[in-house]
């Protein structure tokens, strides 16, 4: 994996295991205290690691844009039961969270 930060001239390479299995997500969640822990916490009791989290205010004090990158190797869940289970959680949250984007990387 390549990450780029362009505006602080930073590049970082990570060399994954074999084992590793990274999907993409992105999710629309309430900008609200406690949004963001609430979305990680159904993540995390899955047992997936979380590579990158990038957040993105969409409207101040109402939505905002959750970009994740997955391993979902140690989960026990393929890529498919996880972008199923993920609607069926966040529904159970208190707000509005939205299943944007999924994507298995190869």
Known sequence: LITIDADSWIM???FFKPDTRLVKA?????DCPGGITQMLGIIAGWNVNL???FSK????????YLELFMDIG????????????????MSELNGVYALEE?????
């Open 12 to 14: 970082s390479i990570t």
């Open 26 to 30: 992105g999710i629309s969640i309430p």
């Open 51 to 53: 590579i990158s989290v």
């Open 57 to 64: 205010i969409k409207v101040c004090y109402q939505s905002m």
């Open 74 to 89: 140690k989960s026990g869940k393929s890529a498919e039961d996880i972008r199923k289970a993920l609607p069926e959680a």
């Open 102 to 106: 999924f994507t298995e990387l190869n």
